[in-house]
C-alpha cells in the first residue's frame, strides 16, 4: 500500500516540527491528500472540515484557482528575482503598496520574509538598528507577554513565553522579559477587565522601571494570543498596552502573523481597537498558506531614522527569497479574494461559530468559549467551579485530537486540553454546523476517556 511505505518512509526520513521524535514514530504520520473549500481529504479517502486551516493559515481556503492561476503565471514570466541590488519585481512592489494603503497609520514601509519567524526575527534586527541609529544602542531589552508565541527563530523562540521552546535550547536570552499574561479565565487578579487591563499596565511599567526605561527597547504584543490557548484580552487592552509604550518611549510591536487578514474579522485586528504599532508582523494569511511569506510593516518613524541613520551604508540585513514574486504574486491575489467576499463571509461565519461553540457551554467539560471572528477555543476543564485542567499528560488531547478526525473535523488540540479554532473564512454554514457537531460529538467520546473520567 503506498499509504503504509509512505508512513514508513516519514519514520525514517522525515523531521517533524514541534513534535516528539519517538512519540511521532509510534503513532506514524497521518497524510492529507486533498483539499476543497474548507474540506480536506487524508490518504485513505476519508473527508474532514478542516478547523484549523492548516495551521490557523489557509485563510482563502483550498483549491482556490485563480490563486493557483496567479502563481502558475507568475513562475512562467519570471521565477525568482532578487531584492538585492536594488533589483526588482512588479507583484512585490504593488504588494508593498496595497498593503501599506491598507495597514493603519504610518506603517507605510513592506520588509517581506518568508515567514512568521523570521518577520519577527526581522523586527528585533531593525529594532536594535534604530537604536544604533539614534545613538541610544543601549536600549537593548526587549519585552513579551507570557503565554505569547513569537516564532522559533533562536531569537524569536526567546520572546514566546512557552516553556516549551526554551528548555533545552538555553532560551530565553538575559536581554528578552516577560510581564504575566491577560489570560482573563485564569488571572490571579479575577474577571474583571479593568482589573486585568490595569494589571497589566502595572507590569509593564513596573518591568520598565526594573530594567530602567533608557534600556528597554519594544515591547510585543499578540493582539489574541494564538499558540498560548487563544487567550482574547479585554477590549481596551492592546490599545492600554500601545498608549503606556508610547508614555515610557519604548516601541510597540503587534505580531499579526495569526490574526491578520480576516482571522478576527478585519484585515489586521489591532484597528479594532484602532491601535497603529511602530512596527507589525504578518505571515499566514497574506499567502493563505499556498506559498510561504511573512511581511514586517515600519512606520514612517523607524524607516525613517533607519534610512537616515545609514545613509550611503547598505543596512546588512536580507534573504535570497525576500520578496519572493511568486509569493507576492500569491498575496496580491489572496487579497483581491478577501476584498471580494470572502472577510465578508468570514465575519457571518465567525459569528455562527462562536454562536455554535457558546451553545456547548453547559456541557461538562466546558470552561469557557471564547475567541473572535474565525479564531476561537474551547477550554476544557474537569471540575467547572475549581477550574480543573484536564490532567497533565497529552494523552488525553491526543486522543481528543484522534476522536474529532475520526468524527470528520481537524482541530488543534493543545496539551493542556483547550481546543483551537481557526477555519478557513470561506467557511459555509454546513462547515460551520459541522464543526460544531462534530466537537459535541467528541466532547461527549472525551466524557467517557478513562484518565478524564478519573479526573472528575
Ligand atoms: N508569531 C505568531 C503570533 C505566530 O502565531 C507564529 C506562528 N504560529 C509566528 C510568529 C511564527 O510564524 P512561522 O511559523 O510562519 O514562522
Not at 8 to 26: C, F, I, M, Q, T
Not at 53 to 74: F, K
Not at 214 to 231: C, D, K, M, N, T
Not at 277 to 283: E, G, H, I, Q, V
Request: charged share 20%.
Amino acid at each position: 500500500m503506498l499509504s503504509n511505505s509512505l508512513v514508513e518512509l516519514d519514520r525514517a526520513h522525515l523531521v517533524h516540527p514541534v513534535a516528539s521524535y519517538r512519540g511521532h514514530e509510534k503513532a506514524g504520520v497521518r497524510v492529507l491528500r486533498s483539499g476543497q473549500g474548507a474540506r480536506v481529504t487524508d490518504a485513505s479517502g476519508h473527508e474532514m472540515v478542516d478547523g484549523f486551516a492548516g495551521l490557523w493559515c489557509v485563510n482563502a481556503g483550498y483549491g482556490q484557482n485563480s490563486i493557483v492561476e496567479a502563481a502558475t503565471r507568475q513562475m512562467q514570466e519570471l521565477p525568482y528575482a532578487t531584492g538585492y541590488f536594488s533589483l526588482g519585481s512588479e507583484p512585490a512592489i504593488r504588494l508593498a503598496a496595497e498593503l501599506a494603503e491598507r495597514a493603519p497609520g504610518d506603517l507605510n514601509h513592506v520588509y517581506f520574509t518568508l515567514g512568521g519567524s523570521d518577520a519577527v526575527d526581522s523586527t528585533i534586527r531593525f529594532i536594535r538598528y534604530y537604536y544604533h541609529c539614534l545613538g541610544k544602542p543601549e536600549k537593548d531589552q526587549f519585552i513579551s507577554v507570557a503565554n505569547g508565541y513569537h516564532g522559533s527563530s533562536t531569537v524569536g523562540a526567546g520572546l514566546t513565553a512557552l516553556p516549551l521552546f526554551h528548555a533545552g535550547f538555553g532560551l530565553p536570552f538575559d536581554w528578552q522579559h516577560k510581564i504575566p499574561s491577560h489570560y482573563s479565565y485564569r488571572n490571579p487578579v479575577g474577571t474583571d477587565p479593568q482589573a486585568i487591563i490595569y494589571a497589566s499596565v502595572g507590569a509593564l511599567r513596573a518591568k520598565v522601571a526594573e530594567l530602567g526605561a533608557e534600556r528597554v527597547a519594544a515591547f510585543y504584543v499578540e493582539p489574541i494570543q494564538g499558540s498560548g490557548g487563544v487567550l482574547v484580552p479585554p477590549d481596551g487592552w492592546v490599545k492600554a498596552m500601545r498608549e503606556t509604550c508610547r508614555e515610557l518611549d519604548i516601541l510597540f510591536i503587534a505580531d499579526e502573523v495569526i490574526t491578520g487578514f480576516g482571522r478576527t474579522g478585519p484585515l489586521f485586528a489591532c484597528t479594532t481597537e484602532d491601535v497603529v504599532p511602530d512596527l507589525m508582523t504578518t505571515a499566514k494569511g497574506l499567502t493563505s498558506g499556498y506559498v510561504p511569506m511573512g511581511a514586517v510593516f515600519l512606520s514612517d518613524k523607524v524607516y525613517n531614522t533607519i534610512a537616515d541613520g545609514a545613509g550611503a551604508a547598505a543596512i546588512g540585513h536580507g534573504y535570497t527569497y525576500s520578496a519572493h514574486p511568486v509569493s507576492a504574486a500569491v498575496g496580491l491575489e489572496c487579497l483581491r479574494l478577501y476584498e471580494n467576499g470572502l472577510l465578508d463571509n468570514g465575519v457571518r461565519a465567525g459569528q455562527r461559530l462562536m454562536a455554535g461553540l457558546h451553545a456547548l457551554a453547559d456541557h461538562p467539560l466546558v470552561g469557557e468559549v471564547r475567541g473572535r471572528g474565525m479564531l476561537a477555543a474551547i477550554e476544557l476543564v474537569t471540575d467547572k467551579a475549581n477550574k480543573t485542567p484536564l490532567p497533565a499528560s497529552s494523552e488525553p488531547a491526543r486522543r481528543i485530537f484522534d476522536r474529532a478526525w475520526d468524527n470528520g473535523l481537524v482541530i488543534r488540540a493543545f496539551a493542556n486540553g483547550i481546543l483551537g479554532y481557526a477555519p478557513p473564512l470561506c467557511c459555509t454554514d454546513d462547515d460551520i454546523d459541522r464543526i460544531v457537531d462534530c466537537t459535541r460529538t467528541t466532547l461527549d467520546q472525551t466524557l467517557e476517556d478513562p484518565d478524564v473520567r478519573a479526573a472528575m
